[in-house]
């Protein structure tokens, strides 16, 4: 079999596996987690192109996803906007913040531009929580619609109250986030993108507007993770300044790191990797009572960095059967 | 001018001089070592904890200032130790992108493991002074804010000092101007790194108790300090030493009012609005040389 | 000049208080290789940056094409033909070397960054898989500065000598009326140095204007047609090779090198 073959093949499997697996689980706790898994699969996803492939160290991402959230959610609480052009809206304001949010990347990098991007997660933090006519602050905003029924005849519609269904329009959206990225990425601007990561003056002198460049890729990557965001608000029908947080960005930099940052599967393994196992853990947690998910992250966080750089995919792609895309030097889309 | 805005001025001063403790040695390993330990305040968050087992064998002015020794020390060790395991290996990395996100790891892992060894609960340090206040005329304040203004100052002065006279403290200095021309000149770049980060997270460490003192000790508390000597040391320039301690008392008094006259809710974000701009408008920093190209 | 592509008036460069370069004029024609040359420190590489667009002068003018381009922005005097080379190479480290000539080979001047995303959803915008004719651009560039041999490895796995012809392949690929090249033959082995010279001649060859900074004077006298001395920033002499080369300021400014100029 050539590269070729076996890639699409696994790419088939893959997709099949994917799409009849919320058929065969019934099991509302096994759905839920796969619903969550495809949420984080595209914020690591969305993230990694911004980080991983343009090397705009960015750890306010989750101030994207909160931003989605909650445009969609007041859209519809408040003005009673379909939910469906809530996740175009979330995605579009998430966008605009992120071109907003690349302005300081056009002088800044390394430690000064992340320190500006959590500031501006921070500080749209505290207005989700002291905004309260309009965010309910720490209450949060409930009772949040779900994505409405699409009719298919006259008296039978397509619900997305349940998990399965609403699992379907994650995957769907998920598909097209990768689907979209991956072209991108194997296209002029992902090779653009990569040469502004490694030498910002040398893509410069062959003619790269980096200043352009990183504007646009900031408004993309914000653009996935504000619908992640606002179809995660239709799926809880709960959102709180949390999803704003700190802790939120950590866990998707610790998934795409553990993956394999700049790469294109690896963000996708580390969310599914990581989300899997958090909930694992929490069934041993709360045999022996501790709490040791964080610790656990932190810790996974060291060592990927520490002695594999390139995550689990790097460790992947040593194993023979594995595809390859490139020639000697190439893994993965990298 | 109000004796609010006064009290105001002085409460300020007195938080930005711990800010300012505290930003010196995350300024100093940047200086150095061009790294941005995101794990700084934690080293702080060790320090409290640190004073406040020491406090509990040993409680009043005795007690603190033994806390405030052994904090220093054994928070200088757990930076050495935290230096060779995690950040040296990490020198040569091609991005600081690796470096940054280790120590962001780093944060995670100490944050979690205090709320793993120690309660949620906030520990309040007992005021060694029993709380006696002092009048000073417009404004007044605790005898306890007052020392802990008058020791950040002290040990602020001290490792001035150091750094000035002293023939390794002038090592630290030109390694920091250029490293590669203090290697050239014999200097043991190993050992300077060594130092630095001890001598960093050391002054972490005392910024640690003063903090822990001034609010409370929690298991998460360093997330604060982090961002807030983040802050200070973009203001003041990254590496730039001097830059810090302005820096801090800055962002001290810029809080405080920011807080009493503005809004309470917004008043940590008021330390971001501010390296915005400055980063908007003076990337190298309020007191930095401008880099050429 | 009918033919003359760029020049330079009272250019002057400030770092601080350091005058880097200085009152710098002079004129380059369509088609000839020129060399720069000058002691350490004379402001060679900096006046590179200058007319490449890395920052803008502190004072003076440069006309490109009839056009005034001081303080444009590199990458807009890249699209209008001004190419570099750096004395510290700037290859993408984590491409592959066929990667780094593709990044060069997208027409810029038409496809900006969002025209370039949004393309790359229904077409394969620049994908060296589809487009036949940039792959053959690159194998060709590849091919005319031997590294068809390296041509899927990263480039950071590059042997140095490489790099630097890498980085030649890379400035030819976006296509420039106007190289410049900063110390392409430093570390170099003699072999590699002649290599390097048949190179620089068929770029020229090719109708492709050249200043070159070079300390190895065994290709700067070869290949110059003209020769340019900076020392201390100032321009000191311009001329024929073997009339500058005699000049006894410039003699002079290399005192103590003289070593150095016989290299
Ligand atoms: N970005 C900068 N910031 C400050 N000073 C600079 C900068 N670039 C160059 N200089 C200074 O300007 C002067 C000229 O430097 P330049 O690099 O142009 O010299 P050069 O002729 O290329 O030397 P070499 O032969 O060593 O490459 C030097 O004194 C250098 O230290
Ligand atoms: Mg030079």
């Known amino acids: 079999m050539t590269p070729r073959t076996t890639r699409r093949l696994l790419t088939a499997a893959g997709l099949a596996a994917f799409f009849t697996l919320p058929l065969v689980v019934t099991d509302r706790y096994f759905l839920h987690i796969l619903v969550m898994t495809g949420i984080f699969a595209i914020l690591t996803s969305s993230w990694n192109l911004l980080t991983g492939y343009a090397g705009q160290l960015n750890l306010g991402h989750a101030a994207f996803y909160g931003i989605g959230a909650y445009t969609s959610a007041i859209l519809a609480t408040r003005l009673g906007i379909n939910p469906w052009a809530g996740l175009l809206a979330g995605g579009l304001l998430a ?21 500006t991007t959590i500031g501006f997660a921070e500080i749209l933090r505290l207005v989700a ?4 006519d309009l965010t309910r602050g720490s209450l949060g905003l409930y009772g949040i619609p779900p994505l409405t029924p699409i009719p298919i005849t006259s008296n039978v519609s397509i619900e997305f109250t349940s998990e399965r269904n609403f699992l379907y329009v994650l995957l769907i959206v998920l598909l097209l986030t990768v689907w979209a990225i991956r072209r991108m990425i194997r296209s002029g601007f992902g090779v653009t993108l990569k040469a502004l990561r490694d030498d910002e003056v040398g893509a410069e002198s062959i003619g790269v507007d980096t200043a352009r460049f990183k504007l646009t890729v900031f408004t993309i990557s914000a653009f996935f993770a504000g619908v992640a965001g606002a179809l995660f608000a239709h799926y809880q029908r709960l959102i709180s300044p949390d999803t704003l947080s700190l802790g939120e960005t950590f866990a998707i930099l610790t998934m795409t790191m553990l993956g394999g940052l700049g790469t294109l599967t690896g963000p996708i393994l580390g969310a599914v990797i990581l989300t899997f196992f958090s909930e694992w853990l929490r069934f041993v947690e709360d045999m022996v009572k501790l709490d040791v998910r964080m610790v656990i992250y932190g810790l996974l966080l060291i060592v990927t960095i520490r002695f594999m750089r390139e995550g689990v995919v790097g460790l992947l792609v040593k194993l023979p059967w594995w595809p390859k895309t490139l020639g000697k030097g190439g893994s993965d889309g990298r | 001018m109000d004796s609010l805005f006064l009290q105001q001025v002085v409460n300020g001063l007195i938080i930005g001089s711990v800010y300012s403790l505290i930003a010196i040695g995350l300024t100093m390993i940047f200086g150095v070592m061009r790294i941005s330990n995101f794990a700084h305040g934690d080293y702080a968050m060790v320090g409290a904890y640190v004073a406040v087992f020491v406090m509990m064998w040993l409680p009043g002015p ?9 904090a220093a020390v054994i928070v200088a060790v757990a930076g050495v130790v935290s230096e060779l395991l995690i950040f040296r290996p990490l020198l040569d990395r091609r991005t600081d992108i690796d470096m940054i996100m280790v120590s962001i790891g780093l944060f995670i892992l100490l944050e979690n493991l205090a709320q793993f060894f120690f309660e949620a609960r906030p520990r309040m340090l007992a005021d060694p002074f029993g709380g006696n206040t002092v009048d000073l005329g417009l404004v007044s304040t605790s005898q306890l804010r007052l020392f802990c203004l008058a020791f950040s100052c002290v040990a602020i002065a001290g490792l001035q000092v150091f750094l000035n006279r002293s023939k390794t403290g002038i090592a630290i200095r030109a390694t920091s101007q250029n490293s590669r021309a203090a290697r050239l000149m014999g200097i043991d770049i190993n050992r300077i790194y060594t130092l630095t980060f001890g001598l960093g997270s050391a002054m972490a460490g005392i910024g640690g108790v003063l903090y822990g003192t001034l609010f409370a000790v929690y298991p998460t508390m360093g997330a604060i300090p982090t961002l807030k000597a983040f802050v200070v040391t973009i203001l003041g320039g990254m590496g730039n030493i001097r830059g810090a301690i302005f820096g801090g008392f800055i962002l001290g008094v810029a ?3 920011g807080g009493s006259y503005l809004a309470m809710e917004y008043k940590n974000a008021i330390g971001f609005v501010i390296i915005i701009l400055v980063l908007l408008i003076r990337p190298q920093g309020l007191f930095g040389q401008r880099e050429g190209v | 000049m009918a033919d003359e592509i760029l020049r330079t008036d009272g250019l002057t460069k400030y770092f601080g208080g350091l005058c880097a370069v200085g009152d710098v004029s002079f004129a380059l024609s369509d088609g000839e290789i020129v060399g720069l040359i000058g002691p350490n420190g004379a402001g060679k590489t900096t006046l590179v940056n200058l007319m490449s667009g890395a920052f803008p002068p502190s004072s003076g003018t440069i006309h490109y094409n009839g056009r005034s381009v001081g303080g444009f922005k590199a990458h807009r005097l890249n699209k209008m033909g001004i190419a570099r080379t750096f004395q510290v190479v700037r290859i993408f480290k984590t491409l592959t070397v ?18 370039l995303a949004l393309t790359s959803l229904y077409k394969r915008a620049y994908s060296l898989d589809a487009d036949a004719d940039a792959r053959q651009e690159a194998e060709r560039l590849l091919d005319f500065v031997g590294l068809t041999d390296y041509r899927d490895e990263l480039a950071e796995n590059l042997p140095y000598a490489y790099t630097k012809r890498l980085e030649i392949a890379r400035a030819l690929a976006t296509r420039p009326r106007l190289l410049l090249l900063d110390e392409p033959s430093a570390g170099l082995n003699p072999r590699e140095l002649d290599d390097q010279i048949g190179i620089i001649r068929r770029i020229n060859g090719q109708g492709v204007a050249i200043l070159i900074i070079e300390h190895v004077m065994k290709v700067i006298m070869s290949i110059s047609h003209r020769l340019i001395v900076l020392h201390y920033g100032k321009k000191i002499a311009e001329g024929a090779p073997e009339a500058v080369y005699r000049d006894p300021r410039v003699v002079e400014a290399y005192l103590g090198g003289d070593a150095h100029v016989a290299h």
């Open chain 1, 95 to 115: 966008a605009a913040a992120g071109f907003l949010l690349g302005i300081p990347s056009l002088r800044l990098s390394g430690p000064y531009l992340a320190i």
């Open chain 1, 129 to 132: 929580m002291n905004w309260v």
């Open chain 2, 62 to 70: 005795l007690g603190w200032v033994n806390a405030l020794l052994a």
């Open chain 2, 255 to 257: 809080e405080t009012l």
């Open chain 3, 98 to 115: 066929l990667e780094n000539i593709q990044a060069s080979l997208i027409d810029r001047r038409r496809y900006g960054p969002w025209r």
